[in-house]
Nanobody, 115 residues
């Protein structure tokens, strides 16, 4: 199982980014997928979740209405569309899943929101 995030970068407040999490070794449509983030000096927090069967989604209150998690089964990739970014969204973003009882993380991608 491997997760590889990409799409991070520097963006001005109010801007948008789309993060990608390319998966291998398993099928993303079969497992719940999550995006987490960790800001300097803070604990890692759950940002968004997409379930396997129903594709229902959940979001942290701080990103609700601005971020959207989605999945492209053909590309075996999960996305996080981030709109109306704020400086407090600055963090390393990680995707995550649990397969056969084991937790897997990607290496993370840095998102910096600054003018």
């Amino acid at each position: 199982v491997q997760l590889v995030e990409s799409g991070g970068g520097l963006v001005q407040p109010g801007g948008s980014l789309r993060l990608s999490c390319a998966a291998s070794g398993f099928t993303v449509s079969t497992y719940a997928m999550r995006w987490y983030r960790q800001a300097p000096g803070k604990e890692r927090e759950l940002v968004a979740h997409i379930s396997s069967a129903s594709s229902s989604t959940l979001y942290a209150d701080s990103v609700k209405g601005r971020f959207t998690i989605s999945r492209d089964n053909a590309k075996n990739t999960v996305y996080l569309q981030m709109n109306r970014l704020k400086p407090e969204d600055t963090a390393v973003y990680y995707c995550n899943t649990m397969v056969s009882g084991l937790l897997y993380w990607g290496q993370g991608t840095q998102v910096t929101v600054s003018s």
